[in-house]
């Protein structure tokens, strides 16, 4: 029945932008910047795996494997892939799947595309990568009610098996908790979505993209302020936002034990959401058309609202057919199909060149400097000067820190005693990262 609806979505579209176009002028958009965008969406030629799990042939096969395997399911009935169905872009084509207990899930199965780039996952970004996230599933009471001491007993009890694992970790070869999460990590990192006709007007084909579509481009960097937060070639900043749906899930708050970010959710990427509708953490919106009108009149404000939602997202009817008729060239024509693309290890960001400082700032979600010199004793402080609540983290063995949340012109100060690495985050905007490496006192 949704996947019904689906095709009828696919069908519908294309007829709306005719409409559009046979009733206005079919004149091309002005896209200011254009090379500027081409470069700020062009796709990466490499998937990053990290260090401690690199990505191997033998490894994706056995993840793909555990992917479909009901062994991990306490009663043996449910799979990663009962909910996360490739032909629905490993999504499951209803607003919340039904638990074990028959009643419906907290929120909705997300698409899988493009995990590799992630910084956090589940909608509240609760964990931290997707070697520990798959564990959360497979123990969960409602999703699979499984007990991974038990499933690995059951997957050790056969032979092809125990060759798979074998062979996927030469070094280490038994069945391990580790290495089934590795596993079907590494294999969830194939999960690469296709070029799609927006790909094809990144790399210069002007023709490829309709008048109505290149005004939907338009206004989702223009007026519709949208890439403020869908941003890069897979349309997601990885921060956590509250975009005003009447949904009373906190999100990201409970997460960071604070309430300037209840309400917030991970910004999803756009890529092949087409074929993974209804949308939003609680699936409370069945189409592309409900999603924009929620933006341009559905927004319940809150104080909690992001400051990167433009206050009034004030579009016309065709202004929002026209972003609709954007969205979907995010997406495959045909039900699509992971895209290959060499796997190379990579670490976050690069490495930056450490000064010695002892205030650093947090203009345009970025920390400035972003790796700093401190001498044991010495106080760091962490100025606010962005337009944005900010929340500065330290969560290390040393250290354990948590600022709240972090208003706009508000200082926080780190003192430290002990000689070390410390990773400063912001709970808020995961991609903010400040390195500091405190020397010990002369
Ligand atoms: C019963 C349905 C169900 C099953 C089975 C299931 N998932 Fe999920 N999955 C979900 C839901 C619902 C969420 C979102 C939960 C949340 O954010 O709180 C999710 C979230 C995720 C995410 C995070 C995606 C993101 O955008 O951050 C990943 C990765 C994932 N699942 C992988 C798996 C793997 C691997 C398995 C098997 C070990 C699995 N899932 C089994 C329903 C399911
Ligand atoms: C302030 C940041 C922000 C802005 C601006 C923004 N979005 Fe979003 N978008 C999000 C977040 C966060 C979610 C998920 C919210 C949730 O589930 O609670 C989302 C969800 C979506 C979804 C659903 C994706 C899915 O798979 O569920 C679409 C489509 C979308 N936005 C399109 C747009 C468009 C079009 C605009 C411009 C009119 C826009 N967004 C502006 C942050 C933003």
């Not at 799947?97 to 910084?119: E, K, S, V, Y």
């Not at 760091?380 to 948590?402: G, K, Q, Y």
Request: include cysteine; charged fraction near 25%.
């Amino acid at each position: 029945m949704t996947r019904d609806r689906l095709l009828i979505l696919k069908r519908v579209l294309p007829v709306l932008v005719i409409a559009t176009l046979a009733g206005g002028a079919a004149e091309k958009s002005a896209i200011p910047d254009i090379e500027h965008w081409r470069k700020a969406f062009a796709r990466p030629d490499h998937t990053p795996a990290p260090a401690d799990n690199p990505t191997t042939p033998e490894k994706v096969k056995l993840g793909a494997a555990l992917f479909e395997d009901t062994r991990l399911s306490g009663a043996g009935n449910v799979s990663c892939s009962s909910c996360h169905q490739a032909e629905l872009s490993f999504s499951d084509g209803i607003d919340r799947h039904p638990g074990l207990d028959d009643q419906p899930l907290d929120r909705r199965t997300p698409p899988l595309w493009n995990m590799a780039w992630g910084l956090s996952f589940f909608w509240d970004g609760r964990a931290a990568s997707l070697e520990s996230q798959a564990l959360g599933p497979i123990e969960h009471q409602r999703e699979m009610g499984g007990d991974l001491k038990r499933a690995l007993e059951a997957l050790a009890s056969d032979p092809q098996m125990r060759a798979s694992f074998a062979k996927a970790f030469p070094e280490d070869p038994s069945i391990t908790r580790d290495n089934l999460l590795k596993a079907l990590a590494a294999f969830e990192r194939t999960l690469v979505s296709p070029e799609t006709r927006f790909d094809r007007w990144v790399k210069g084909d002007d023709a490829v993209l309709e008048a109505d579509e290149l005004a939907g481009l338009s206004l989702f960097m223009g007026k519709g302020g949208c890439v403020a937060c869908h941003q890069g070639w897979r349309f997601t900043d990885e921060a956590f936002h509250d975009i005003g749906l009447p949904s009373t899930d906190k999100g990201r708050g409970p997460v960071l034990n604070m309430k300037a970010a209840d309400h917030a959710f991970k910004t999803p990427s756009l890529r092949e959401r087409v074929w993974s509708a209804p949308y939003m953490h609680d699936g409370s919106l069945a189409t592309f058309e409900d999603v924009v009108d929620h933006y341009a009149k559905g927004v319940v404000k809150r104080p909690t609202l992001s400051a990167d939602l433009p206050q009034v997202i004030d579009l016309s009817e065709k202004e929002r057919a026209q972003l609709v008729a954007f969205l979907s060239t995010l997406s495959s024509d045909d039900p699509p199909r992971p895209a290959s693309l060499p796997p190379k290890i990579m670490a976050f960001g690069a490495p930056a060149q450490a000064v010695a400082a002892t205030t650093a700032s947090q203009k345009d979600r970025r920390f400035s400097p972003s790796a700093i010199l401190l001498k044991v004793g010495e106080a760091l402080r962490i100025l606010n000067d962005d337009t944005r609540t900010h929340n500065v983290r330290v969560d290390s063995a040393e250290m354990n820190f948590n600022s709240d949340g972090q208003n706009p012109g508000d200082t926080v100060t780190l003192g430290f005693d002990k000689p070390g690495h410390y990773d400063i985050i912001c709970g808020i905007h995961p991609e903010m990262r400040l390195s500091v490496d405190v020397a010990s006192a002369p």
